[in-house]
Each structure stands twice: as structure tokens, then as C-alpha cells.
């Protein structure tokens, strides 16, 4: 799972939160490059 901010691509996100569902997960997370605070959402992959 790659983790990366959609704004910068920078690597270096800080996730503040992750919301587990059935079939995906949704994570806030902050960017330490870009101080862009955002959600992503996260399909699990078979």
C-alpha cells in the first residue's frame, strides 16, 4: 500500500487516522511536505 500525498506525491504523510470498512479503508492524513491535510481512500487488493 503505497502511502503518498495526492497532492505533492511527496512520501512523507503523516496519517492521523484510518477508518476500516468491509472493503476499503479511509485515512486522513497530513503532509509534512506540502502541509496539505487530506483523505484517501484505500481499496484492499486480493
Request: charged content about 30%.
Given at each position: 500500500?503505497?502511502?503518498k500525498c495526492y497532492g505533492c506525491d511527496?512520501?512523507?504523510i503523516y496519517?492521523?487516522?484510518?477508518?476500516?470498512?468491509?472493503?476499503?479503508i479511509i485515512q486522513l492524513?497530513?503532509?509534512d511536505?506540502?502541509?496539505v491535510?487530506?483523505?484517501r481512500l484505500e481499496y484492499y487488493t486480493d
Open positions: 500500500m503505497s502511502k511527496s512520501t512523507n496519517i492521523e487516522e484510518e477508518v476500516f470498512e468491509e472493503d476499503y492524513y497530513i503532509c511536505n506540502c502541509e491535510s487530506g483523505t
